[in-house]
């Protein structure tokens, strides 16, 4: 499955953005669905993921309560909606595909990466 990232941009601190990943190639039906996020000089590290039906969200400490994520498979599209956005959430933001088996929140877990799309959050 190929995924195209996008909807980042520049948010001042306590703004919003909505960020979503459209898949190409078989349905993300068969995917558990996660985002990632890597800010300049740092590791690439999980922000959230959902399971193939959407039962099951988790999310990484720091985005608790702030961030959302959703699916719609009929329309092969994941979205991750960020509120409340501080100037530490600045980073490439990346969608990330796994073909069932366990949700994982390490990036090694998942096979199929999208190009990443630039969200800077302004003090």
């Known amino acids: 499955v190929q995924l195209q990232a996008s909807g980042g941009g520049l948010v001042q601190a306590g703004g919003s953005l909505r960020l979503s990943c459209t898949a190409s190639?078989?349905?993300?039906?068969?995917?558990?669905m996660a985002w990632f996020r890597q800010a300049p000089g740092k590791d690439r590290e999980f922000v959230a993921t959902i399971t193939q039906s959407g039962g099951r969200r988790d999310f990484a400490d720091s985005v608790k309560g702030r961030f959302t994520i959703s699916r719609d498979n009929t329309k092969n599209t994941v979205w991750l909606q960020m509120n409340s956005l501080k100037p530490e959430d600045t980073a490439v933001y990346y969608c990330?595909?796994?073909?069932?088996?366990?949700?994982?929140?390490?990036?090694?877990?998942?096979?199929?990466w999208g190009q990443g799309t630039q969200v800077t959050v302004s003090s």
């Open positions: 190639g078989p349905t993300i039906s068969g995917y558990h």
């Open positions: 990330a595909a796994r073909g069932g088996g366990l949700i994982v929140l390490y990036k090694s877990g998942y096979h199929n």
